[in-house]
């Protein structure tokens, strides 16, 4: 009877190395598409805004853009920041949000989140996050701290 245990223990011992080794390969190529993807998506994200102050517009970094700066993003550029619209309205894709890759249309006071692509010739916003505090930069370092 003892001679019979041992081919079982074998192919239960055999499954659990496999079993280990595939789950650590899936991990593996998991990170691999994630990693991808976020350097895709922190490459898309603008390091400098136009900031508008005294009517002026002056192109600067977007680490020195204060809450309650107005910032101007240009047609099929990607929102940096998030803020409140102060345009009438303005047509922006929030696939970043939704998934749904179609423009919606936002009006004056609409809070927009950073990450979303201005489809107007140009839009005005109000900021009310710092790029530390962004939406956009919540979810990287949410991902990040996932993968890790």
């Known amino acids: 009877m003892a001679n019979n245990l041992y081919p079982d223990l074998v192919d239960f011992g055999i499954f659990v190395i496999l079993f280990v080794k595939s789950g650590d390969y899936i991990t593996n190529k998991i990170k691999g598409f994630v990693s991808k993807d976020l350097k895709r998506i922190t490459s898309l994200i603008p390091t400098?805004?136009?900031?508008?102050?005294?009517?002026?517009?002056?192109?600067?970094?977007?680490?020195?853009?204060?809450?309650?700066?107005?910032?101007?993003?240009?047609?099929?550029?990607?929102?940096?920041?998030?803020?409140?619209?102060l345009n009438y309205k303005a047509n922006v894709n929030t696939q970043i949000i939704d998934g749904e890759n179609i423009s919606k249309t936002f009006f004056k006071n609409d809070f927009i989140f950073s990450g979303m692509k201005c489809k107007s010739d140009s839009l005005l916003l109000l900021v009310k996050n710092k790029n530390t505090d962004s939406f956009i930069n919540k979810v990287i370092t949410k991902i990040l701290t996932i993968q890790s």
Do not use: A, H, M
Not at 67 to 81: A, Q, T
């Open 48 to 85: 400098r805004v136009i900031k508008i102050s005294n009517n002026l517009e002056d192109y600067v970094n977007i680490n020195i853009v204060n809450v309650n700066n107005v910032i101007k993003i240009k047609s099929n550029e990607i929102i940096p920041l998030d803020g409140i619209l």
